[in-house]
């Protein structure tokens, strides 16, 4: 078994602890990145929300992106288990 290394990842001003394979650590920034951008863009199209909303709104538009794109990958398996724990985390605060 491959052993995982901790890291800190931030998602739309929130600090969140994960553990990756070392070789997956650029492709979960790289992916971090396009998310925050995201968060950000849809900050400025729909002022007034909250940031759960943006991030929900980030997350459907993961989902609807076609496989070809790029967006998604063979490790989407792994990023979708973070983004469920991100999303319990979330819960927990809320």
Not at 3 to 9: D, G, R, S
Not at 33 to 58: C, L, R, S, W
Not at 64 to 78: C, H, R, Y
């Amino acid at each position: 078994m491959q052993e995982l290394m901790p890291i800190n990842i931030i998602v739309a001003d929130r600090s969140y602890r994960i553990k990756i394979t070392p070789e997956d650590e650029e492709d979960v920034r790289g992916r971090l990145k396009t998310i925050n951008e995201k968060v950000v863009e849809f900050k400025t199209q729909f002022a007034g929300k909250d940031m759960q909303d943006y991030i929900a709104m980030v997350l459907l538009w993961f989902a609807t992106q076609p496989k070809e794109s790029g967006i998604l990958s063979p490790s989407a398996d792994s990023i979708r288990t973070s983004l469920e724990k991100m999303e319990q985390s979330l819960d927990s605060v809320l």
